[in-house]
């Protein structure tokens, strides 16, 4: 190790400015050695394993941000230990944010990123020129059989991707194999996206059962599954693409731009789904601008993810969500689609001529 082999970390915390420089310094060590620095003896983990107070800066409002160094090695390059090295004991102070972390050359070779990206997602729906349309199969409790007839509607409506609602996973009135089967028999050659769950063998037979049915595309919830386990499908599937759920992704205090936007795109997520402004949840415009941007701009060796803003949306907002977000994205419309019931094809169509037909500035 030496000095330079560092990355930066970013937290936002609630401080006075009389305690400010104590509270980096704590983190700096709590995110490092986790130890009193009197209690340690050898010089070359001071000077090279401890975190570093790289700058402080007052936003105002009782708010600082304070950047730690901290030591690449300690992360292992595995996924799991970088999210612990960057936030995880201090993700138990209630009054700190993790707000940023730059990633460095050597960890973003290890992790690899999306192993196809915006441009493989378009490859698989043949759809250029155009924002990707997307709806979810629900509700919980529904046979294989009466799923795959909500498939073959949407597929009739021209849909590019459908995906399982995250909350289906291997349970007795669905059974994964026999969910994939009915399902991927139902949709041609639209996408179906099945969502993985269990530990990381159970994983591991669920692509493998998906890819014997000519599927290429799972569904996954990093923080549900595990970083570890991520970066460990990805690396072992090159040919499956993964679109990143973000369930339980608001029960720390990680930016949402940070953690959907960019650490789940190094994880290797070729899409990331996030909930837009204005529908169920309580993200702002600036939020999703920020994370739209992050999963798209350029990045050394990094793929770009395509954003893919969700979560109670509706036909009549599909022009300004175009607008938003540009061609490089996937409009996410799930229930109100399937409460078009027996008109569910119909209504269907229409959001995928809506997205056809719109002229992006």
Same mark, same amino acid.
């Given at each position: 190790m030496n000095e330079a082999a560092r990355f930066s970390v970013t937290y936002r915390i609630r401080s006075d400015a009389a305690s400010i420089e104590a509270r980096a310094q704590a983190i700096a060590v709590e995110q490092s050695v986790e130890m009193p620095l009197s209690a340690i003896v050898e010089a070359e983990i001071l000077r090279d394993v401890v975190g570093v107070v790289e700058a402080i800066e007052d936003r105002g409002d009782g708010n600082y941000d304070a950047t730690i160094g901290l030591a690449t090695a300690t992360t292992g390059m595995e996924a799991g230990q970088l999210l612990n090295m960057v936030y995880g004991n201090t993700s138990l102070h209630e009054d700190v944010l993790l707000l940023d972390v730059e990633v460095p050359p050597d960890i973003v070779s290890a992790f690899g990123g999306p192993r196809h990206g915006i441009e493989g997602l378009r490859h698989r729906a043949h759809a250029y020129g155009r924002a990707l349309t997307c709806s979810a199969l629900k509700p919980?409790?529904?046979?294989?059989?009466?799923?795959a007839e909500l498939a073959r509607q949407f597929t009739g409506g021209g849909i590019d991707f459908i995906k399982d609602d995250h909350g289906l996973a291997d349970q007795a009135y669905s059974p994964f194999a026999a969910r994939v089967a009915a399902i991927a028999d139902a949709v041609g050659d639209t996408r179906y996206v099945p969502s993985l769950s269990g530990n990381l063998d159970m994983m591991r037979g669920q692509v493998d059962t998906a890819r014997a049915h000519g599927i290429d595309t799972v569904l996954i919830a990093p923080m549900i599954a595990g970083w570890a386990t991520m970066q460990a499908l990805v690396q072992q599937y090159p040919d499956v693409a993964f679109i990143a759920h973000p369930s339980m992704g608001g029960a720390a205090?990680?930016?949402?731009?940070? %953690?959907?936007?960019? %650490?789940?795109?190094?994880l290797g997520a070729d899409a990331v789904i996030f909930p837009n402004h204005g529908g169920r949840f309580g993200y702002s415009a600036e939020t999703c601008s920020r994370l739209a941007d992050r999963a798209r701009a350029p990045w050394d060796g990094v793929r770009s993810s395509l954003p893919v803003p969700a979560g109670g949306m509706t036909l009549d907002r599909v022009p300004e969500m175009l607008d938003f977000y540009g061609a490089d994205a996937m409009l996410l419309i799930g229930g109100s689609l399937l409460a078009a019931r027996e008109r569910l094809a119909e209504e269907t169509a229409r959001f995928t001529r809506a997205v056809a037909q719109h002229s992006y500035r």
């Open positions: 919980q409790g529904v046979a294989p059989a009466r799923l205090r990680i930016a949402p731009d940070l %953690l959907i936007g960019k %650490l789940f795109r190094l």
